[in-house]
């Protein structure tokens, strides 16, 4: 097969959750362990990292790649969506994995994919592992695809687990309270490694991730416990932070400069540092001048694209991938903190989640323009229409998002600002960005 034939291989054999939901959602190990067992266990070739959250997982992990690859390390990063590009889900170094890569690992594992019927899921886990170890990297930052106790990824023993939040979202999956969520994402605590919290969010769910931290003796840090994190202000598209440590009240990095932008990033960058400052007394080399460099570039380092990115002025256009009630919350607050003059939305949802509480989120005064991924699990945009009705939000249907984004902009004054999301699958859909 040729990488195309490979693609469509993975894709119509293989059930994934991003096109078909539930149906491609297969709970537990057994299948990734015997994947990589043929491979030869390429997870134990290196060191990891491991991340874990509701929102900002993604971000904190191209930020932890970022400063190692700063730093002088062969890098391996795997996570999951992917926005245009199935490869965009391993890199080394930021450079997605070769496509002579994946047809030969297809290839050569086909018979044990047929025989296991893994997901795509675990197929793409097992091939991020056997690349890394392939690539001799020096580590590999490996994101959570859901939850964290039955995730494919937590096959790994790593040097360092982060958790950056607790939000609902998958509950259908993973439980119907915080308390329950977070239990699942603690899954990913191993005996004697430390885990590092970012935010101390409620003294249940901080309960949940000690005790499970103490059952198997691994020290745990709350990041919001240690930093403060204040925003200063914004320079050459760069925001820039102060990161005081609380008990010294000594700031730790001052005028510290991130190019990623969005609000919850003042949320996930204490619990970046708090990991920099364990791995550094594990003997990694992580300079000041690594981390500064790194968090002003990591999009450049990283190639991470659609967390809250500027994507046109005059009208200006931002786009988020937030998805959940939380995540989507935050980059509204955020909108509404830069836009000027009418606000318009561009937005799209999948069909398997309760969107209520979402819809509730946005302003009626918008005009809106409701669309739908082009996706399996898409919410059909009149359907979209009609229920956001209810919440006193008005617009028109398109089929899609460019159409949408287009007669957005065509509507649009000068001084007029443009949100374009609702779901991943909506912001991976715009044609030039």
Known sequence: MNYQETLDYLYSRLPVFQNVGARAFKPGLHTTRELCKFLGDPQNDYPTLHIAGTNGKGSTSHMLAAILQQAGYKVGLYTSPHLKDFRERIRVNGAFIGENFITEFISENKSNIERLSPSFFEATVAMAFSYFSKELVDIAVIEVGMGGRLDSTNIITPALSLITNI????????GETLEEIAAEKAGIIKPGV???ISERQTDSIAEVFSTAAERVNAPVVFASNVYEVNKTGFQNGLMEIDVIEKESLKPVYAGLRLDLTGAYQLKNIGGVIAAIEILREKGWAL???DVRAALASVTTLTGLKGRWQKLGEKPDIYCDTGHNTAGLASALEQFESVASGCQRFVVGFVGDKDISAMLQLFPSQGIFYFCQPSNMRAL?????????AAYGLKGKAFVNVNDALEAAKRESDPNDTIYVGGS???VADIIDW
């Open 287 to 289: 300079q000041d001048a």
């Open 194 to 196: 430390p885990v590092v």
């Open 167 to 174: 939000s609902l979202d998958h509950t259908q999956f993973l």
């Open 424 to 426: 991943t699958f909506v």
């Open 380 to 388: 059909d945009s009149t359907q979209l229409m009609h229920l956001a």
